[in-house]
């Protein structure tokens, strides 16, 4: 069975400050492991995923994620936050079925 | 990119009446389709995993008579809350892979917020 561990319910940033968001994993095998964006009443747009080949995985939007095993960690970084990043975030692990983690609330202020 | 179109993106009904939705992969063929149910600042819960041709498979705690899936087509999955009642308005979002990449992400509609007065 996988499971995942989003472990901020919510973070704030101030625009044009670094982005981080948390998300562990627990998973038998080696999972694919994703980072999905949901703005409000929207469904999800695919930032990154990870599928077993390079550990640092980039994505849309200037957004990156490392893969690192002997952390069973995929965090989700960007450099510089801008307030269109503003939305709710989603880690998830994939042995065929996906399972979301419960989501980060991301905040941009001014 | 793929494209996932989902249909009503909104819809409100009284009681008792049965509402369906409808999930398309518009540029791609997909054998699997999922119908997620998300509560208001809550994850996605997977209810069901549709195949086309074949029955749905529903999770744990998710009423087979209440939420029927049909997945006639690679192109089209359907999803009718029978006899909707309050506790079922939520909002509903299908997702869909593509056959030949079966490691590839799925690919979500844009959600169907359905409330139930």
């Known amino acids: 069975a996988q499971s995942v561990t989003q472990l901020d319910s919510h973070v704030s940033v101030s625009e044009g400050t670094p982005v981080l968001l948390r998300c562990n994993y627990s998973s038998s095998y080696s999972p694919s492991l994703f980072w999905y964006v949901q703005h409000p009443n929207k469904g999800l747009q695919l930032l990154l995923k990870y599928t077993s080949a390079a550990t640092l995985v980039k994505g849309i939007n200037g957004f990156e994620a490392e893969f690192k095993k002997s952390e069973t960690s995929f965090h989700l970084t960007k450099p510089s936050a801008h307030m269109s990043d503003a939305a709710e975030y989603f880690c998830?692990?994939?042995?065929?079925?996906?399972?979301f983690g419960a989501g980060t609330r991301l905040t941009v202020k001014p | 990119g793929a494209v996932v179109s989902q249909h009503p993106s909104w819809v409100i009904c009284k009681s008792g009446t049965s509402v369906k939705i409808e999930c398309r992969s518009l540029d791609f063929q997909a054998t699997t389709m999922f119908w997620y149910r998300q509560f208001p600042k809550q994850s996605l819960m997977l209810m069901a995993t549709s195949n086309e041709g074949s029955k749905a498979t529903y999770e744990q705690g998710v009423e087979k008579d209440k939420f029927l899936i049909n997945h006639a087509s690679l192109t089209l999955s359907t999803l009718t809350v029978t006899s909707a009642h309050p506790e079922d308005s939520s909002f509903y979002i299908c997702?869909?892979?593509?056959?030949?990449?079966?490691?590839?992400?799925?690919?979500f509609g844009d959600g169907t917020r359905l409330s139930i007065l």
């Open positions: 997702s869909a892979t593509d056959r030949e990449w079966s490691n590839q992400p799925q690919h």
């Open positions: 998830v692990v994939s042995l065929g079925d996906m399972r």
